[in-house]
């Protein structure tokens, strides 16, 4: 498979919900300039972005919605549904279990781990929850290789070499710290602080002054 820049890999998904909504209005074509319009994208790099995927549109027509959206969804490989490990179920692990587009996105939740005596042996949205003592014995049998991280920061870097140790060559991180793992090991990062202070920093550039404080807090004021 040819690489796919990571910028482009970034926006094909934002190409699919909009082509998701056209199809579901009943369009049969679509044009790049449409797409551009429509995710606020320079339709000269949506052209290029969508190049990737070997769909060649008509001149002056667009392309085949239909193909267009098998297109992405191959080069994305969603069409190809990949189960993986979840470790730790906190809030943010449990959210992700009940999350039902990551299926929709080609990743199947098949098992979570967690060390709280209260969670294991349990179910959570149809997906059971084991010790992380078996974690070891279930990746040698399933052959997982897909792994997702949500465990508190001091035990992340731990959770990865014991995913990396047991066959995991893809690990897609929620934890706020930089893991360590040899340069064949595929690390995604989903850092929330970093979204949060480019909302937070471009809420105040709009503001133009810092937001006044109400005297009581809106906790009170829901209350």
Request: aromatic share 6%.
């Amino acid at each position: 498979m040819d690489a796919i820049p990571i910028l482009t890999l970034k926006r094909l998904p934002q190409y699919l919900d909009v082509l998701y909504q056209f199809k579901k209005a009943g369009l049969k074509i679509v044009s790049a300039t449409k797409i551009a319009v429509f995710t606020d994208i320079h339709m000269t790099q949506v052209r290029k972005d969508l190049s990737y995927t070997g769909v060649i549109g008509v001149p002056k027509v667009g392309h085949k919605i239909d193909e267009l959206i098998s297109a992405i969804e191959q080069c994305l490989n969603w069409n190809d549904t990949s189960s993986c490990f979840l470790v730790g179920v906190g809030h943010l692990g449990s959210a992700l279990l009940g999350y039902q587009e990551l299926q929709n996105k080609g990743l199947k939740v098949v098992a979570a781990f967690d060390t709280n005596p209260a969670l294991i042996n349990t179910t959570i949205h149809n997906i059971p929850v084991f010790s992380l003592d078996k974690y070891a014995d279930l990746a040698d049998r399933l052959h997982i290789h897909i792994g997702i991280i949500t465990v508190p920061v001091d035990h992340a870097q731990n959770i990865a070499d014991l995913m990396i140790a047991n066959g995991i060559v893809a690990i897609w991180n929620f934890t706020a710290i930089k893991l360590h793992a040899d340069a064949d090991v595929i690390i995604e990062n989903v850092d929330m602080s970093a979204s949060l202070a480019v909302l937070s920093r471009r809420l105040a550039e709009k503001m133009h002054k810092a937001i006044p404080k109400s005297q009581d807090s809106p906790e009170a004021i829901i209350e």
